[in-house]
């Protein structure tokens, strides 16, 4: 069974030994791997760099793994599909991960193939390509050196614009709906019902309002999307 080419994984998980058996079993498959053996090693590493998936044990020495997906969802600039590891099975240690932003979650032991699979799915629903760099008419988004730029112009972008940028360049043609607006920017946490409008006005003074026309359209009643021409 093969991944796709080139799927980057940063495994934080302070036993060696199953770190590098994931890795072994990984990198036949197209992976490509790095490693962290303590929550702050992997904090730093997922902040600068560039991740498909992240694979995240809840037990590390110095910050633990809710600690580490809680910050890396307020500071990174994408969202970074996150699955945690742990020995912990019951349903409040999974709702606990959940609400601390993980996107799935897997009990120890298990199958090698299980986690493949499960990264696989975690880094195509997020938009995995080989290209870091989209393209829509003249604007292009870098997603690895999470920059973008519009008619040759770098865009001055807080984190939460680039997020949702990056969401809608990903997503392109079509639509994104507010509630998956909801859910990738912000988890389960609840946000005040004009944070999602807000947020678009902020993205569209910038992406559009210098530019001879909009590319952000708006859907009523549904979502959101980019647009190539007006």
Excluded at 111 to 124: F, G, I, N, P
Aim: net charge negative; glycine share 6%; charged share 25%.
């Amino acid at each position: 069974m093969q991944a796709e080419d080139n799927i980057s994984v940063l495994v934080i998980e302070d036993q060696r030994e199953l770190a590098h058996n994931i890795s072994r079993y990984f990198e036949p498959l197209g992976y490509l791997t790095d490693f962290a053996y303590t929550g702050t090693q992997g904090l730093n590493l997922a902040l600068e760099n560039y991740y498909d998936v992240i694979i995240l044990d809840v037990m590390l020495p110095g910050l633990d793994g809710l600690m580490v997906c809680s910050v890396i969802r307020q500071k990174s600039k994408r969202h970074i599909p996150i699955i945690m590891l742990t020995a912990r099975d019951t349903l409040d240690d999974k709702v606990q991960g959940f609400e601390n932003g993980a996107d799935d979650y897997l009990t120890k032991p298990f199958e090698l193939k299980e986690l493949h699979m499960r990264c696989l799915a975690l880094a195509k629903r997020n938009g995995f390509s080989k290209n870091s760099v989209l393209t829509i008419g003249d604007l292009s988004v870098d997603l690895k050196q999470q920059t973008a730029h519009r008619a040759g112009t770098l865009l001055e972008l807080h984190a939460m614009s680039f997020k949702l940028l990056a969401l809608l360049a990903e997503a392109y043609p079509r639509e994104v709906t507010r509630s998956e607006i909801r859910q990738k920017l912000w988890g389960d946490e609840p946000t005040e019902s004009d944070a999602i409008r807000s947020h678009i006005y902020q993205l569209r003074t910038v992406v559009d309002k210098p530019f001879e026309f909009a590319m952000i359209k708006t859907h009523h009643g549904v979502g959101f999307s980019l647009q190539a021409d007006p």
